[in-house]
Each structure stands twice: as structure tokens, then as C-alpha cells.
């Protein structure tokens, strides 16, 4: 499906010239290399059509490659492989509501520092953050909220939200000092004081939460969530900070609905062939990725048409549709 998608990106003349398209490696990497950053447009595509008053989620989602010929490619941290693989890491942003289907924005570049260029500069996540949420604003988009991990939640880039009415929620380091009644704590020792015997149970959940008005220096007053959450034969310990003017379950929601942005990752990863690319640059592997989360809006599309198609059925469908497509503009230049 990916294949077909390409014939977007060839020139008409070209396809006119050769009245096919081509399939080998190296002529899919000329086709995949022409925009060195095209998620900037097809950012800005989808979100004229994405649903109204979500909240933005942001991602690292590091793409795994054997291989030390492809640009940009450097050590890169995988929670799924608890270690550090060779690969690319991408940045993720998509439209995020509790009980709703993600709607995927972006994956974007984000070298490391040792791979960072004049084309790709290098960022830290709380600036890249910060860059997005401005870019979807001048797209005239209204957020909710925005809804972050914890390598995001510099106090630096919390204070500029903060500072610019932007809501947000964000995961916190337990290691993280905050103000409580005028003692300064850490919050693991604040989740001693608040142990799950002694919090209210949100069963709609399955966590035990106790909110607590905080100051986090550098920022200001904030809610802080301390969440426990089942784990093996007992619970861990997890915190959030938080601005929203909404009561706990919404924070909660909020929270939940960023995790089903890693589920669309797993999608794309599996099914979709995020990490299947061979092309050498990084400008083709970045369009690779946005060909992905177009194909999966393409057979989101059919699903909505034809709600009984199996994922299968439509994945099938979409790329009949792109197929016919490809072949009416192929006859239109030949004539």
C-alpha cells in the first residue's frame, strides 16, 4: 500500500516517461527524499480536517534499523526493549480524546545530538514540544489541553505554558521536589503520606488518586495527582501535574486517552511498516513514516464507510482505491 502511495511524490513527467512506476530500492529512496521535512505540510492538511476540541499528545517513538549506512541513525532508547537499540527516534504528535479513536498528526525528525545538522537541529524534547504547540495554534486549532511524559516536562517549558494559558497535564518525576504545606517534599515521600489505604478509588480506573494543590518552583501553584496503580502484587506510584480546570476524572481521562496515542505507534509499527524502511536518507525514512499515518487515515476512511470491514478488508479496499487512482492519472498523462 505504501508502494502505491509513492506515485504521489513522482513527477508527472516522469510518470508520463515511463508509464509505471517504479519499485527498487534505490528508485524508491529518489522518490521518498524529495522534502526534507514532509510532516510540515501534511501536518497542516490534517488538521483542517481533524476533529474539534481535542488535546494535543506528544511521543518519542523510537524506530529500531540494522544498518549504520543510513543517515542519522545513532543509539536511541526503546521502552519495549528496555535498552538502548540503533535506530531513529521520531516525534509523535496526534489529537488525543478519552474513549475516542487518536487522530495522528505528525511523526517528525529528532536527531540526537551527535546526528543533529543544519536541516535537523538538535532539540530537547520540552523545546520541540513547545514548537509544535505554537504551530497548531497558528493553524487556528483550539486545544484542550496538551498531555505529555515526564522527558517533556522540563520546569522551563511547563512555566511557558503556564505562562501562556495553554492547559496541560504531565507526567512527574518522583524524584521531583514540590512545595506542600509549606514543606518542601519529594513526591515519593508525598505518595508515602497518601498510601492507596488512605485515597479515594476511582473505579471507572481501577486507581486509587489522591489530588493535592502543590508549587512547583519556577512554574507556580499546580493539582498533583498521585496515582497508584496496580502492579504485580500491589501498586506504583505515579504523578501528575496539572492545569486543567476540570475535576479529577477528566485529568484522569485526559492521561489515559495519551496511551491510546502508543497503541496507533504499535500500528503503525506492526501492521503498516513504520520500521520497514531500507532508504538511506533521512528525508526518505521521514516521508516513509508520513506515508505510513497516511495509509492508516486512508483505511480509517474506509472503515467509517463500511463499519462491518474487518482491518484486513479495509486495509485491502484502501489500497484497490489508491491503485485505480494511480492507474486513471497513468492513462490521463499517457493520452
Partial sequence: MLGLMQSEYKSPSAIAASGVLGYSPSYSGRLLRQEANPHRSSREARLRKAPRGMYLGVDLVPVAHQGCWMEGVDRVYSSSDKAPVWGHNLLSCGLVRYGETPYPLSLEGFPTQSMSSEVYPYRTPGEALWEIVEVIRKNGYSLAGVVFD??????AHLAKLYGQDVPFVARARLNQKVEFEQQLLSIRALGEEYPPGKVRYYKRFGWYVKRLQITLAEVGPLDMLLIWLPHKEGFKLMALFSTLDRGIQEVLAAWKARWDLERVHRLLKQNLGLSK???????????????????LHHIRQ???QCPGLSWRAAQHKAAEILQSQLLTGLSILAA
Avoid: E, M, P, V
Avoid at 150 to 155: L, T, V
Avoid at 277 to 295: P, Y
Fill in 150 to 155: 515526564n522527558q517533556f516536562a522540563g520546569k
Fill in 277 to 295: 524502511c531500507l532508504a538511506r536518507s533521512f528525508a526518505a525514512q521521514l516521508k516513509h513514516a508520513d506515508l505510513a499515518i497516511a495509509a
Fill in 302 to 304: 474506509q472503515k467509517k
